[in-house]
């Protein structure tokens, strides 16, 4: 089993940036593709971005594309979601994910979950 904490959310003005942070225990995350999902009051969980087990390759949602980058540490079984140039519509609660292997955007391809961080971007 693979236990994800996440951590790193906060309130931010619109433009700033966060860090968000994925801790991986249980076992080693170095051969799991891994993901970020979000989900604003009222609406479904979405695909933020996802990497490979070693970054080689990552995948973003549109809306973020050139904003947020996911990176890893496998050393540190950690992931984390560098978020620049944040804009309201980023408020939401943010979720890491794991899966076996092979890269994914639906949700439904991650066995493990977080149990999320806040975000919230003011104008």
């Known amino acids: 089993q693979v236990q994800l904490v996440e951590s790193g959310g906060g309130a931010v003005q619109a433009g700033g940036s966060l860090r968000l942070s994925c801790a991986a225990s249980g076992r080693s995350i170095s051969n799991y593709p891994m993901g970020w999902f979000r989900q604003a009051p009222g609406k479904e969980r979405e695909f933020v971005a996802a990497a490979s087990w070693n970054s080689g390759i990552t995948d973003y949602t549109e809306s973020v594309k050139g904003r947020f980058t996911i990176s890893r540490d496998n050393p540190k079984n950690t992931v984390y979601l560098q978020m620049s140039s944040l804009k309201p519509e980023d408020t939401a609660v943010y979720y890491c994910?794991?899966?076996?292997?092979?890269?994914?955007?639906?949700?439904?391809?991650?066995?493990?979950w977080g149990q999320g961080t806040q975000v919230t971007v003011s104008s």
């Open positions: 994910a794991a899966k076996s292997w092979g890269l994914a955007t639906y949700r439904g391809a991650y066995n493990y």
